[in-house]
């Protein structure tokens, strides 16, 4: 069976259920949505480990799980379990802040042993990829990355500035985060922005301020987003630099007049060390983002587990929900 794990509106997925049921109408799937949360777990551990758990809506066993796929979401407590009669409000903060560690550590060992098998496609855990860590790995292997500062010392944002006439700053895990307010819930986006160096002429003007992420900003000719799928690379060469409003960051989407996409073959060279960056970071599938430089040299910027696919593989021809779909068909090995 092909376990799949998903958001309810990543519309990827539906097309690779799609393909999946066009090449193989017979094949046993079970999707689990992130907004369903465990009623029911079962771990039994001897020589190996036997999970078994429940949703609202989905029963699901580790011993008929053949291969599984990582999108998006988790396994998930809605909340905390407390006998009927108990008030909430004999529980400490303390005691809940522990409950929430138990739990957590149990439905991090279900995303890790609920499929050992080699054929599955990325693990809950490539979520918690390191940016930083991935650059270093990136640099060891051989790819050029920008030189990168991340401080809250203005002494050395000034000194940096001095190396790198523009430099831009950017989130360091994440550039989406959820914000509540009174009963809302807003979604927001930190985006790549330049820094303007006139507003750094003077350190009287900086204040030392939480460790904040800054790189040398790197000219561009295009950019390149490349899906990258055990081993096998789909590169799109993304034509930025035409717009004002994408030259810095090509998410800076204009919706009236979008960037020019072309498909694009990298370098035998280039996918051989990237080829290594993925195996050293244990990561099988992602999105890599590079720049390709005026001077003609290839710049890694970061590597994103769950990034958006399906623009690339419409945009190129590749059917790459096509190639999910026969990675996810193979036999178990």
């Known amino acids: 069976m092909i376990f799949i794990q998903s958001a309810q509106n990543d519309s990827s997925t539906n097309d690779i259920l799609d393909w999946i049921l066009y090449l193989d109408i017979h094949e046993k799937i079970q999707r689990q949505n992130d907004i369903a949360s465990l009623e029911k777990v079962s ?3 001897n020589k190996d480990i036997h999970i078994k758990g429940s949703t609202i809506n989905t029963i699901f066993d580790s011993d008929e799980i053949s ?15 407390l006998p009927k009669d108990y008030k909430a409000s004999k529980i400490s903060y303390p005691t809940q802040n522990y409950l ?3 739990m957590d550590y149990i439905l991090k ?32 292997t051989g790819l050029r990355i920008p030189e990168t500062l991340i401080t809250n010392e203005a002494e050395e944002l000034l000194l940096f500035t001095q190396k790198h006439t523009k430099i831009i ?7 989406n985060y959820e914000l509540s307010l009174d009963d809302y819930k807003v979604n927001m986006y930190c985006g ?16 030392t301020l939480f460790p904040s992420f800054y790189q040398q900003y790197i000219e561009k000719k295009y950019e390149l987003r490349i899906f990258y799928l055990k081993g096998k690379f789909y590169p799109m060469a993304i034509f930025s630099q035409a717009n004002e409003k994408t030259k810095i960051d090509f998410r800076n989407y204009d919706t009236e007049r979008p960037n020019r996409c072309a498909p694009y073959q990298l370098p035998k060279e280039i996918e051989e060390k990237l080829h290594r960056l993925m195996q050293s970071i244990d990561m099988n599938c992602g999105s890599i ?21 399906q623009w690339l593989s419409r945009n190129c021809n590749y059917d790459i929900e096509r190639e999910i779909a026969l990675e996810l068909l193979k036999e178990k090995t």
């Open 109 to 140: 060992l279900i995303d890790k042993n609920i499929v050992q098998y080699k054929n599955s496609i990325n693990t809950f855990s490539d979520n918690n990829t390191n940016k930083i860590d991935n650059l270093i790995v990136a640099s060891q």
């Open 43 to 45: 771990i039994h551990i």
């Open 192 to 207: 790549t922005e330049m820094i303007n160096i006139k507003h750094l002429n003077h350190k009287q003007n900086i204040k």
């Open 169 to 175: 700053t950017k989130a360091i895990s994440s550039s």
């Open 100 to 102: 929430r560690k138990e």
């Open 289 to 309: 983002d590079m720049i390709y430089t005026p001077e003609r040299e290839y710049v890694f910027l970061e590597v994103n587990p769950v990034g958006q696919f």
């Open 67 to 81: 291969r599984r796929w990582y999108r998006r979401g988790t396994f998930s407590f809605n909340e905390i379990p």
